[in-house]
C-alpha cells in the first residue's frame, strides 16, 4: 500500500513564512499541492511533473516555491510572504508514475493572522 504523507502548516503572521513536506512510498509522475479555504472549493495551486515542468496559481506566482526530489520521492513547498487570504487547508497531491493512482495527504492548516 503507498504511504503519502504530508508535514508542516502553522499559524503565521503576515509576511511570514512556512515550509510544507510531502512524502510518497512510491515514484510520482507529479507532486504538488491543493487548498481550500473555508467556505471554498478546493484548488490546485502548484503541481510539479516529473520531468520538470512546473505550474503555479497566479494567487502564489512569486511567493511559493515547490522542490522535488525524484530519487526520494518527496517535495516540499516553501512559502513566503504570506497573506491573510492563504490561510487554508493545504492537501499534498500526486500521482502514481505506474498505476496512475491519484494520492492525497491528510492535509494540515495554515493560518495567516496578525
Known amino acids: 500500500q503507498v504511504q503519502f504523507v504530508e508535514s508542516g502548516g502553522g499559524l503565521v503572521q503576515p509576511g511570514g513564512s512556512l515550509r510544507l513536506s510531502c512524502a510518497a512510498s512510491?515514484?510520482?509522475?507529479?507532486m504538488g499541492w491543493y487548498r481550500q479555504a473555508p467556505g471554498k472549493l478546493r484548488e490546485l495551486i502548484v503541481r510539479?511533473?516529473?520531468?520538470?515542468?512546473?505550474f503555479y496559481k497566479d494567487a502564489v506566482k512569486g511567493r511559493f516555491t515547490i522542490s522535488t526530489d525524484n530519487a526520494k520521492n518527496t517535495a516540499a513547498l516553501q512559502m513566503d510572504n504570506l497573506k491573510p487570504e492563504d490561510t487554508a487547508v493545504y492537501y499534498c497531491?500526486?500521482?502514481?508514475?505506474?498505476?496512475?493512482?491519484?494520492?492525497w495527504g491528510q492535509g494540515t492548516q495554515v493560518t495567516v493572522s496578525s
Open positions: 510539479k511533473f516529473r520531468g520538470g515542468s512546473t
Open positions: 512510491t515514484s510520482m509522475y507529479y
Open positions: 497531491n500526486g500521482q502514481d508514475f505506474e498505476t496512475e493512482n491519484e494520492y
